[in-house]
């Protein structure tokens, strides 16, 4: 079975995505982007975010969840994939 993967996805730049990186920040490559595990989803997120991805263990889409900004949590998201 495939292990799940959490990537954060962010403001685009020039039509092209960015990914969220622990360190760094933003960042436009995705090799660079840090994998989350679904705990993700419960937790603060950068000020910026899109959208949360889970990929599996090779890369796959499975799920996508775009972050919908609430006064109330910081964590409200409309599964669209």
Known sequence: MNERNFYI????????????????????????????????????????TIAVLALSDDFEPLDQYDHVPSKESNNFFQKTY
């Open 9 to 48: 996805f962010g403001p685009l730049s020039g039509g092209d995505p960015s990914y969220y990186n622990i360190d760094q920040g933003w960042v436009y490559e995705f090799e660079d982007a840090t994998p989350f595990t679904g705990e993700i989803l419960t937790l603060p997120l950068p000020q910026g």
